[in-house]
């Protein structure tokens, strides 16, 4: 599967092959997921085993990348059970139609909207209005740590995910805590968070993990980080590397805020 997408650097975009730059984690999630959905392995349970009927927060979309390499494991057409929703998320129970939201810094939001027209997405949504089932809507990091700690609720409407993303989201120290703030606040009871990182900052890293870990304590959070056999090695493919960690986190037994 090929898709294109576009990079903006000052005024210039360029059209590239996703292969060739795209940040590695991102690129071997996507061929993780895409395998395990398409081909399941008879011994290996996926990550995500509901990933194509789940609603998904993707947190620092970038490029969009990500949502478009998954496209073939969701349906192709709006649920019309979303027609009456009011928010870009959907509520968090196993019954609940796909949807995918791309989210990140306003100023970053016209390259995925770009990206999405490149590679011929027909039906999507800009902002909280998802009648369709890819929306794209600005999550400001800092703003969203500042509602955290100041225990506000989520915007009227608006429900937590199933699943949340931060892929390749962890590299500069001074956002890894409101990162950690955003995931918390965005999560539900029965909410799953996926976040991928490749070793690249330590400390942005130990940052964001001490906040998660600590704050996710008070909640009722279990937090792990996945480990592979040398069987999964060979399922997981370049995901299982050692440059790359995954983790996983959920609230036991569905414990509320």
């Given at each position: 599967?090929?898709?294109?997408?576009?990079?903006?650097?000052?005024?210039?975009?360029?059209?590239?092959?996703?292969?060739?730059?795209?940040?590695?984690?991102?690129?071997?999630?996507?061929?993780?997921?895409?395998?395990?959905?398409?081909?399941?392995?008879?011994?290996?349970?996926?990550?995500?085993?509901?990933?194509?009927?789940?609603?998904?927060?993707?947190?620092?979309?970038?490029?969009?990348?990500?949502?478009?390499?998954?496209?073939?494991?969701?349906?192709?057409?709006?649920?019309?059970?979303?027609?009456?929703?009011?928010?870009?998320?959907?509520?968090?129970?196993?019954?609940?139609?796909?949807?995918?939201?791309?989210?990140?810094?306003?100023?970053?939001?016209?390259?995925?909207?770009?990206?999405l027209h490149a590679n011929g997405v027909p039906s999507f949504q800009i902002g909280d209005s998802p009648s369709q089932p890819y929306s794209i809507v600005e999550l400001d990091w800092l703003a969203e740590s500042?509602?955290?700690?100041?225990?506000?609720?989520?915007?009227?409407?608006?429900?937590?995910?199933?699943?949340?993303?931060?892929?390749?989201?962890?590299?500069?120290?001074?956002?890894?805590?409101?990162?950690?703030?955003?995931?918390?606040?965005?999560?539900?009871?029965?909410?799953?968070?996926?976040?991928?990182?490749?070793?690249?900052?330590?400390?942005?890293?130990?940052?964001?993990?001490?906040?998660?870990?600590?704050?996710?304590?008070?909640?009722?959070?279990?937090?792990?980080?996945?480990?592979?056999?040398?069987?999964?090695?060979?399922?997981?493919?370049?995901?299982?590397?050692?440059?790359?960690?995954?983790?996983?986190?959920?609230?036991?037994?569905?414990?509320?805020?």
């Open positions: 599967m090929e898709i294109e997408v576009r990079f903006e650097m000052g005024f210039a975009i360029f059209r590239i092959l996703a292969h060739r730059i795209l940040a590695t984690n991102s690129l071997h999630l996507a061929k993780y997921l895409l395998t395990s959905h398409h081909f399941p392995h008879p011994d290996h349970s996926p990550i995500l085993p509901n990933l194509s009927t789940s609603s998904i927060l993707e947190l620092g979309s970038g490029t969009g990348y990500l949502g478009l390499a998954l496209r073939s494991i969701f349906p192709s057409t709006p649920n019309p059970s979303n027609s009456n929703l009011k928010s870009p998320f959907t509520s968090s129970s196993s019954a609940s139609p796909f949807k995918w939201t791309f989210s990140d810094q306003l100023e970053n939001l016209p390259l995925v909207l770009r990206n500042a509602a955290y700690l100041a225990k506000k609720s989520l915007p009227s409407g608006t429900s937590p995910p199933d699943i949340i993303l931060a892929i390749d989201c962890i590299y500069n120290p001074s956002l890894s805590t409101p990162l950690a703030h955003t995931i918390l606040r965005y999560s539900g009871p029965q909410t799953v968070v996926v976040v991928a990182a490749e070793l690249r900052d330590s400390e942005a890293l130990e940052v964001f993990l001490r906040c998660w870990i600590e704050e996710g304590e008070k909640e009722g959070w279990r937090i792990a980080r996945l480990g592979w056999s040398q069987e999964e090695r060979r399922v997981v493919g370049e995901l299982s590397e050692s440059r790359f960690v995954t983790w996983v986190g959920w609230r036991e037994d569905g414990v509320s805020k």
